[in-house]
């Protein structure tokens, strides 16, 4: 089932994912980025404007159609991370909060590794101990898990399970850090793995 986007403007994970994103991708010595998962686009859009060559894939219609016309000095593909691909010559994979809609997550790090990527940076949603604890002490989780929204979370990660995940799919995971709220109660975590 099709993400279906309705706007060029960036959700509201971009404010604290963004310039983590973009540091990180500094930091791993990036040219050509591709993020997996691009939605309309707007993170190609930072990226670009940060002086990387960016590219979006997604599977949404609406949101490459959305990217293509907002963005359209960057190039957009309509492809997800299981489809076959003619995509290559990528250094670095960027997924942003993406992961976790995946039914099959070992797609995206081997997608990675057919587009050439030597690094992949991933955000997803953080599930630890203390933030576990506060949802529940709080009676949140109901909130936080509905199984009625649409396009909701299927999977949930930790920073040793998505670092299992990566090590079976041959990367190494070199820096993981928190993104968004209190540390330990943070929003979303960021890994970057080789």
């Known amino acids: 089932m099709e993400y279906v986007w309705s706007t060029a403007l960036a959700n ?3 404010s604290y994912l963004t ?38 894939c997604d599977d949404s219609v609406s949101g490459i159609r959305i990217a293509r016309t907002a963005h359209p000095a960057i190039r957009f593909h309509e492809a997800g991370v299981t489809d076959s691909t003619a995509l290559s010559g990528f ?22 590794r057919k587009v050439g990527a030597k690094n992949l940076i991933i955000t997803t949603p953080y599930h630890g101990y203390l933030k576990n604890l506060a949802l529940s002490v709080a009676g949140a989780w109901d909130k936080h898990h509905h199984p009625m929204q649409y396009g909701g979370h299927i ?11 990566l090590a ?27």
């Open 19 to 56: 310039p983590t994103v973009v540091r990180l991708c500094r930091e791993v010595g990036a040219k050509r980025i591709l993020d997996v998962g691009c939605g309309n686009g707007a993170l190609c859009a930072e990226l670009t404007a940060a002086g990387f060559h960016a590219e979006g």
């Open 155 to 165: 999977k949930f990660w930790s920073r040793a399970t998505l670092t299992a995940l």
């Open 12 to 14: 509201e994970s971009a």
């Open 91 to 112: 250094d670095t994979v960027v997924s942003t909060e993406v992961i976790e809609h995946l039914y099959d997550p070992r797609a995206l790090p081997q997608f990675a």
């Open 168 to 194: 079976e799919e041959g990367f190494t995971v070199a820096h993981f850090e928190g993104a968004g709220r209190l540390p330990y109660l943070w929003k979303s975590m960021v890994v970057v793995a080789h």
